[in-house]
């Protein structure tokens, strides 16, 4: 699938990463029941060959780049870790890609991931990778949409005793959260509302980046073929638009 040229200027490392999820069926559309009825799907799993995995590392490791010296508070991260079980490969391929950018700035960054169940022989516990004790983490994950995995991965990393600086997640839905008429009725209320991100950054402090947003992939499906998808993504994004 060629996508054309979008009315602003998206990076190359967005566009090659939006275009190889959409040739390849990791980015889909149709009716999904997420959080609510959604018209498109992200399956970070599809990402499973060689030139895949290089697109989204090189696109995360430049997202990360571009976070990193846009927030000049947040420290150097001295772990990148992938929560089990779709991080582990995103985490590892990321750092590889990272030093391949930058040598001498992503020697020393470790990689680390948990288990879901915790290990009780050999070398034990529940991370695999470098000790979190001590470390500034910044995390990389998929899609985040409830934010559970978020807090329990900050939890984690917490009681590792080390510190997480950050999340880097492939797509930022950009969704309020469900009010209690949807959560009991299957019913929007209509009131604005924060994303689960900017939850977590209200709870917790912890900046969050993406590789692409809503915004992106309805920029980049304008001009194509299918029209209808766009459309129900812009109106999707109308009714369901976080207030951060």
């Known amino acids: ?31 999904y029941t997420l959080k609510s009825e959604s018209p498109y799907f992200f399956n970070a799993g599809s990402l499973h060959t060689a030139p895949l995995l290089s ?27 992938g929560p089990a079980y779709k991080g582990i490969p995103l985490c590892c391929s990321t750092i590889l890609e990272l030093h391949r950018l930058d040598p001498e700035a992503w020697r020393s960054v470790s990689y680390s991931f948990n288990r879901k169940e915790v290990k009780d022989h050999g070398e034990g516990g529940g991370i695999v990778g470098a000790s979190l004790k001590g470390k500034n983490v910044l995390v990389i994950d998929d899609v985040i949409t409830a934010g559970t995995a978020m807090r329990e991965t900050i939890e984690l990393v917490t009681k590792e005793g080390g510190r997480v600086v950050g999340f880097v997640v492939a797509l930022d839905r950009a969704e ?4 209690p008429g949807e959560q009991e009725q299957g019913a929007d ?10 939850q977590i950054k ?18 980049v499906l304008r001009g194509k073929g299918n029209a209808g998808d766009r459309e129900r993504l812009e109106e999707y994004r109308k009714r369901y638009r976080a207030s951060d």
């Open 1 to 31: 699938m060629v996508i054309s040229t979008p009315a602003y200027t998206i990076p190359a490392y967005k566009t090659v990463f939006l275009q190889s999820c959409l040739s390849a069926n990791v980015l889909t559309f149709g009716s």
């Open 202 to 219: 209200r709870d917790f402090g912890v900046q969050t980046a993406s590789i692409v947003t809503l915004d992106d992939l309805i920029a």
């Open 176 to 179: 309020k959260m469900p009010g």
């Open 189 to 198: 209320d209509g009131e604005p509302r924060l994303s689960a991100i900017g």
């Open 55 to 81: 697109a989204i590392s090189t696109a995360y490791a430049h997202t990360i780049i571009s976070f990193l010296a846009s927030h000049p508070s947040i420290p150097k991260p001295d772990i990148l870790f």
